[in-house]
């Protein structure tokens, strides 16, 4: 029985430690008591850092040991002598509603409050705003929340980072909202609003200073943020070098920036989704720009205006090729969109309403840089490409041949593109490199082997859109990039009649490339011998020899006369010839001749025994045999009697 008892008051007492509602956590004590907890330094004297906390994806709630207990208390009370809360220590808390921060504190970590969507009211009794991590309120409705802080040091945590994005800051239990912060300090720059402009100077008397990142999705914004109502025109003063990742993010208000001759980049998303109009440019070198700077900035609206003499290089530069107008003073014309350039190792140019892509070196192949998108209003991408702010003087693109990719984005938003050629060293073709190019009606591919699709690389193109392939590729191409309309590639074969006459002068390719006919040329005393590659020797074009491109063929003769010579019998006389409709044959007759004629493909049109009594296509009178031509195509014709051969020329 005392076996018994034993154990079962062990097994109480395990079960009351996962119950327990305080314990501790390196040299800090915690307990939960009234719907509060509270955690303060274990020694009687000192301070003490908090610990860093993973998070328990188990449960979706801090690591920290009072997470367990996430519905035992809404109010957090930090005591004094705790000089820092650890990464994620109250992180996916979304019952928390309260928390008080000691002065003692001068460092909160990581996601501390990360996701505690319940979080409305702040008691930090600090004088001085506390560096914050990253992410440290993140999915926290600041705008719905209030911080209380001592009595004199509103104005500060108003200019904050940060702490400035709380909605209402007090300095009294009761005490009215301070007005927001016009003026602070970020990092070694310092930023003021007046008149409804921003200006970012450098702190330091002398020397210059790059400008703070902000990480936007981890709710880190710039400062002046929260006070984006109160201007619309920005002002980068001299000795800034750079314009941070995210440093004017939404902001709409934003109409104006001026950027300093010191700036030599600008971050990513520095200027995403701004109402940007005007951009002063003081630099003569374009700035590199991050990924995303303008993006859904409908430049072709806005007006950049450059130094006198750096037009040309902001109108050919990467992003900033975009302005609708580039102006080198400030009523100056606007510089005309760039016709050529230089992309990587391609190069481009554009005339005739055609853009030409080709490789800049005489021999080898080159590969399409991949590009980005710039907004042009709604939400509208366009190719950060060169060639995308001359988009409206061209309709055709012509990628030569040793150009092995096709970029990403490369003709995104080209919607006055029409017609593509595609040479025949094509690879590949980038992640939505045509994509909205909604008039595109034909695309013509050079490669009788599919080049590999990025994703997207159609999408919202024109539907109807006709994909033309090289003879015997269709089958190839069937279900490649979402065409519905695939057709063999038709070729202009110009007929040269080389010294005599033809109609037509023009022919096009049929199925698998061939001719559908030949037409049979004519010239005075001259036998038509066949349509050959060149207009001495090459090879003889039929109507089965298959074309892969545009090309010319020319007619080739040898001589001939309307009298044929004979060996033991009357000479063989034809006339007319020319011919338009009867045909008489003056020959020397015997039993069994018979007259053949023969086309200029060796086909035989026409055959007929000699016979005294033949009445149905020609007849024999007084030693002259005729043939009605009427029904036979304009033409060169061979007569054969026997042995003996004339040239006919209907006409």
């Known amino acids: ?71 035992s208390f809404s109010v957090a009370i930090i005591e004094e002598r705790v000089i820092s809360i650890g990464n994620r220590a109250f992180m996916n808390l979304t019952g928390l509603t309260s928390v008080t921060i000691p002065s003692s504190v001068t460092m909160i ?41 001592p009595p004199g040091a509103g ?28 003026e602070g300090i970020s990092g070694d720059l310092t ?59 939404g902001g709409t208000g934003l109409t104006s920036v001026t950027i300093p001759n010191s700036v030599t980049s600008i971050g990513s998303q520095a200027f995403w989704s701004t109402g940007l109009t005007y951009v002063v440019n003081d630099a003569t070198t374009p700035q590199n720009l ?6 859904d900035v409908p430049l072709a609206n806005a007006t950049l205006r450059v130094p006198v003499g750096a037009g040309r290089s902001f109108a050919d530069a990467r992003g900033w090729t975009l302005f609708g107008c580039i102006i080198e003073e400030v009523e100056g014309d606007c510089i005309a969109p760039a016709m050529e350039g230089i992309s990587g190792n391609l190069s481009w140019s554009i005339a005739n309403d055609t853009l030409r892509i080709r490789v800049t070196a005489p021999t080898g192949t080159a590969t399409m840089n991949n590009f980005g998108s710039i907004s042009v209003g709604d939400g509208i991408g366009l190719t950060s490409a060169p060639w995308g ?63 590999t699709l990025g994703t997207n690389v159609f999408q919202n193109s024109n539907p109807e859109r006709c994909l033309y392939v090289p003879p015997r590729a269709k089958e190839a191409y069937t279900n490649w990039g979402g065409f519905t309309c695939i057709r063999e ?21 049929g199925e698998g490339g061939r001719l559908a006919f030949l037409p049979t040329p004519t010239r005075n005393e001259y036998t038509f011998t066949g349509w050959f590659t060149d207009t001495v020797g090459g090879t003889q074009i039929t ?62 049109v026409f055959s007929q025994r000699v016979a005294v009594e033949t009445q149905c296509i020609a007849s024999l009178q007084s030693g002259t045999f005729t043939i009605d031509m009427s029904p036979f195509p304009n033409g060169n014709y061979i007569l054969r009697i026997g042995n003996r051969i004339a040239k006919i020329v209907k006409r």
């Not at 079960?15 to 800090?28: E, H, I, M, V, Y």
């Not at 545009?550 to 044929?564: L, M, P, Y």
Request: aromatic share 10%.
């Open 109 to 149: 970590g990581n996601q501390a409050f990360n996701n505690c969507t319940g979080l409305t009211y702040i008691v930090n009794e600090a004088t001085t705003p506390q560096n914050l991590g990253f992410g440290v309120f993140d999915r926290v409705v600041l705008a719905n929340a209030t911080l209380r802080v």
């Open 543 to 604: 109507t089965n020899t298959v074309f892969n491109a545009d090309d010319t063929i020319f007619a080739q003769w040898s001589e001939a006369s309307n009298i044929v010579e004979t060996h033991g019998r009357a000479s063989l006389h034809v006339h007319p010839n020319p011919v338009t409709n009867e045909l008489h044959i003056t020959y020397d007759w015997q039993s069994g001749d018979v007259v053949e004629l023969f086309d200029m493909n060796g086909r035989r």
């Open 389 to 451: 702010r001359s988009r409206d003087f061209f309709s055709v693109a012509i990628i030569e041949e040793r150009v092995t990719t096709v970029g990403g984005m490369a003709f995104l938003g080209c919607t006055g593109l029409t017609s593509i050629v595609i040479g025949n060293s094509l690879t590949s073709i980038g992640s939505e490199a045509f994509q909205r190019t909604t008039n595109l009606t034909s695309v013509t591919m050079l490669n009788s082997t599919p080049p």
């Open 155 to 182: 104005f500060s945590f108003s200019g904050a980072e940060g702490w400035v994005l709380f909605s209402c800051i007090i300095e009294e239990v009761e005490g009215d909202c301070i007005a927001p912060a016009m």
């Open 290 to 295: 991050d990924f995303g700077v303008f993006s």
């Open 489 to 509: 590639l038709v070729f202009r074969i110009t007929f040269d009649p080389n010294g005599g006459t033809v109609n037509p002068t023009l022919g096009t390719t």
């Open 1 to 71: 029985m005392k076996k018994l008892l034993i154990i079962l008051t062990c097994g109480l007492l395990f079960a009351t430690n996962l119950n327990a509602q305080s314990g501790t956590t390196g040299d800090l004590s915690w307990s939960i008591a009234n719907d509060t907890l509270r955690i303060r330094v274990t020694a009687p004297t000192g301070t003490v850092t908090m610990n860093n906390f993973n998070f328990d994806f188990n449960n979706w709630v801090t690591a920290a040991p009072w997470g367990t207990h996430r519905d």
């Open 191 to 249: 930023w003021s609003i007046a008149n409804d402009t921003l200006r970012i100077r450098v702190t330091a008397p002398t020397g210059t200073e790059a400008m703070n990142n902000f990480d936007f999705d981890m709710g880190v914004t710039a400062p002046w943020d929260a006070r984006r109502d109160s201007f619309s025109v920005a002002i980068i003063e001299e000795r800034v070098t750079s314009i941070g990742n995210n440093a004017f993010f």
